[in-house]
């Protein structure tokens, strides 16, 4: 199975979940947009962090 | 210069503060400030698309209450005529926010504290901003309501997604206007246009009563043609606010006092390595110029900043899709497309990414302020290229063809992701104006507009004044 069938049919599958109507049209866009975001997220997951590092989801300054 | 011996024409160039002074001296009044900004708007904003609304009657009944104010000499913004980002409410206006979708909501009840506290200071709202829809744009196009168009150069872009903002001051529609900068949405259209753009420290100016993006990374904040402009301005909006969870509870600490501090003391680098990759010569020379005035001998590599804007990426891309999932469910045609697509993508970024990214921006978070244990001020540049043409889908960066509209902010979004305050200083190149990054530690926007201040009495930077004088003549009586 190639990525970019299995990353069409994880979108498919995302979709349906969260209920979202993904029109054929929309998917190579949605697609080429997916792959960038986990480009970027993969980016970030592979650096090192130790177990007790704490999130910022309200960053205070 | 008293508006009774200026031009015309100069009086549309005049700063905030100029304008302040001569009202608040009886030199001439609010209201024929406010009529002839009006008049200006009707005349070039069929060019430059940079309001979506004006409020002329409120602005004219605005204008002439400050007019018999007694205390009018004492308003530090008296009768200067302003305009907001249409994502900030506006009493009697729905917030649309660049969105068709908005446009069916009630309108707002009540303006934005912003608003209110520049208006408490004489300022006079005139009109809404054009944006890019949701704020999710670094171009300053909006499929609903046209692109905002760059007054050096009306085929180019203004930057979003505060793109009529950034129009709006740098054409001389208004001397004052506020905006939005999630990841860089102040500083590109700044940069952009040739202005001067505040983006305070995250949590320091309320965001209450305007439309969100991405919560944890959202600031509002003002751009000027003067950095006096910015500082009055921004001592006018501050103070906490209940109302936004995000907003600091503590007091104003006000900087105009401070401004001419001059640079004795600060120690200034220049960012490096991340900083300079991609980056056009335009963008280089604007830094150099900046550098060289401020005499940043040092560099600095802010750590792993590659890394903080992919994580600001994928925050906003979750954050955002968050926001608007209902609205997708229900509404999705009547997205701007491109828009829609991003924000589907963002509703699929499984959780555990986003959750690593928020651990990344903390440990990102102490590895930066330590290097204000050694510098007051690092310089970056605000964008990697000057203005591209409206349309322009791609550009070359580093050698890689990348999309424009997701990448204008590769410099900005690794400082706001992380929230330090920063003023983006215009850089009068030809033929196109560029912005260079003053940021700051948490809090100092006192020595981030102090260094600005320093630069732009230097004379190194500015903002130009663009060759509208064909279609000014009209709007002008």
Same mark, same amino acid.
């Given at each position: 199975?190639t990525?970019t069938?299995?990353?069409?049919?994880?979108?498919?599958?995302a979709?349906?979940?969260?209920?979202?109507?993904?029109?054929?049209?929309?998917?190579?866009a949605v697609?080429?947009?997916l792959e960038v975001?986990?480009?970027?997220?993969a980016?970030?997951?592979?650096?090192?962090?130790?177990?007790?590092?704490e999130?910022?989801?309200?960053?205070?300054? | 210069?008293?508006?009774?011996? =200026?031009?015309?024409v100069?009086?549309?160039?005049?700063?905030? &503060?100029d304008?302040?002074d001569?009202?608040?001296?009886?030199?001439?009044?609010?209201?024929?400030?406010?009529?002839?900004a009006?008049a200006?708007?009707?005349?070039?904003?069929?060019?430059l698309?940079a309001?979506?609304?004006?409020?002329?009657?409120?602005?004219?009944?605005?204008?002439?209450?400050?007019?018999?104010?007694?205390?009018?000499?004492?308003?530090?913004?008296?009768?200067?005529?302003?305009?907001?980002?249409?994502?900030f409410?506006i009493?009697?206006?729905a917030?649309?926010?660049?969105?068709?979708?908005?446009? =069916?909501?009630?309108?707002?009840?009540?303006?934005?504290?912003?608003i209110?506290?520049?208006?408490?200071?004489?300022a006079?709202?005139?009109g809404?901003l054009?944006?890019g829809?949701?704020?999710y744009?670094?171009?300053?196009?909006?499929?609903?309501d046209g692109a905002s168009?760059?007054?050096?150069?009306?085929?180019?872009?203004t930057?979003?997604?505060s793109?009529?903002?950034?129009?709006?001051?740098?054409?001389?529609?208004?001397?004052l206007?506020?905006?939005?900068?999630t990841?860089g949405s102040?500083?590109?259209?700044?940069?952009?246009?040739?202005?001067?753009?505040?983006?305070?420290?995250?949590?320091?100016?309320?965001r209450?009563?305007?439309?969100?993006?991405?919560?944890s990374?959202?600031?509002l904040?003002?751009?000027?043609?003067s950095?006096?402009d910015?500082?009055?301005?921004?001592?006018?909006?501050?103070?906490?606010?209940?109302d936004d969870?995000?907003?600091?509870q503590?007091?104003?600490?006000?900087?105009t006092?401070?401004?001419?501090?001059?640079?004795q003391g600060l120690?200034?680098?220049v960012?490096?390595?991340?900083?300079?990759k991609?980056?056009?010569?335009?963008?280089?020379?604007?830094?150099?110029?900046?550098?060289?005035?401020?005499?940043?001998?040092d560099?600095?590599d802010?750590?792993?900043a590659h890394?903080?804007?992919?994580?600001?990426?994928?925050?906003?891309?979750?954050?955002?899709?968050?926001l608007?999932?209902?609205r997708?469910k229900k509404?999705?045609?009547?997205?701007?497309?491109?828009?829609r697509?991003?924000?589907?993508?963002?509703?699929m970024v499984?959780?555990?990414?986003?959750?690593?990214a928020?651990l990344?921006?903390?440990w990102?978070?102490?590895?930066?302020?330590?290097?204000?244990d050694h510098?007051?001020?690092?310089?970056?540049?605000?964008?990697p290229? &000057?203005?591209?043409?409206?349309g322009?889908?791609?550009?070359?960066?580093?050698?890689?063809?990348?999309?424009?509209?997701?990448?204008?902010?590769?410099?900005?979004?690794?400082?706001?992701?992380i929230?330090?305050?920063v003023?983006?200083?215009?850089?009068?190149l030809?033929?196109?104006?560029?912005?260079?990054?003053i940021?700051?530690?948490?809090?100092?926007e006192?020595i981030?507009?102090?260094?600005?201040?320093?630069?732009?009495q230097?004379?190194v930077?500015?903002?130009?004044?663009?060759?509208l004088?064909?279609?000014d003549?009209g709007?002008?009586?």
């Open positions: 199975m990525v069938k299995s990353l069409d049919e994880f979108i498919e599958a979709a349906a979940a969260l209920d979202l109507p993904l029109q054929a049209e929309w998917k190579d697609r080429a947009n975001t986990l480009k970027h997220a980016t970030v997951a592979e650096f090192d962090l130790p177990d007790t590092a999130p910022a989801p309200v960053f205070k300054a | 210069m008293p508006f009774e011996t =200026a031009s015309p100069e009086m549309t160039w005049s700063t905030a &503060t304008v302040a001569t009202v608040g001296r009886g030199e001439v009044s609010a209201v024929e400030v406010v009529e002839r009006l200006r708007i009707d005349g070039l904003n069929p060019v698309n309001f979506t609304a004006t409020t002329a009657a409120r602005a004219r009944a605005r204008a002439r209450a400050i007019d018999a104010a007694p205390n009018k000499a004492k308003m530090p913004l008296a009768g200067v005529p302003f305009a907001v980002k249409n994502l409410d009493e009697g206006l917030t649309v926010a660049g969105s068709k979708i908005n446009r =069916a909501h009630p309108p707002a009840q009540r303006d934005s504290p912003l209110e506290r520049l208006e408490a200071a004489g006079v709202l005139v809404a054009n944006m829809e949701y704020a744009d670094f171009t300053g196009e909006n499929i609903h168009r760059n007054p050096h150069d009306l085929a180019r872009m930057g979003g997604s793109g009529g903002s950034g129009g709006a001051v740098a054409g001389g529609l208004v001397p206007a506020l905006g939005s900068d990841n102040i500083r590109v259209p700044s940069s952009l246009c040739g202005i001067f753009g505040l983006k305070p420290t995250y949590g320091r100016l309320s209450s009563r305007s439309f969100p993006f991405v919560a990374l959202d600031h904040g003002p751009f000027a043609r950095v006096r910015l500082a009055v301005s921004y001592d006018a909006m501050q103070g906490p606010d209940p969870p995000a907003c600091a503590r007091p104003a600490e006000p900087v006092a401070q401004l001419d501090g001059g640079m120690r200034v680098a960012a490096g390595s991340y900083f300079r991609g980056a056009f010569p335009e963008a280089l020379e604007a830094l150099e110029r900046v550098a060289g005035a401020l005499q940043a001998h560099e600095v802010i750590p792993q890394r903080a804007r992919s994580a600001a990426y994928v925050i906003t891309a979750a954050e955002g899709a968050a608007h999932l209902g997708l509404q999705a045609h009547e997205f701007d497309p491109a828009v697509d991003r924000l589907i993508a963002g509703a499984p959780a555990s990414l986003v959750q690593k928020q990344f921006r903390r990102y978070r102490e590895h930066v302020l330590e290097l204000f510098h007051d001020v690092i310089l970056a540049p605000a964008t290229c &000057t203005a591209p043409r409206i322009q889908l791609t550009f070359t960066l580093d050698g890689v063809e990348l999309p424009v509209r997701p990448n204008m902010g590769i410099y900005t979004q690794p400082i706001s992701f929230g330090l305050p003023v983006t200083v215009p850089v009068p030809q033929p196109l104006p560029i912005g260079v990054q940021i700051c530690a948490p809090w100092r006192d981030a507009l102090r260094a600005a201040r320093a630069v732009e230097m004379g930077v500015t903002a130009p004044r663009p060759r004088e064909a279609t003549r709007c002008e009586s």
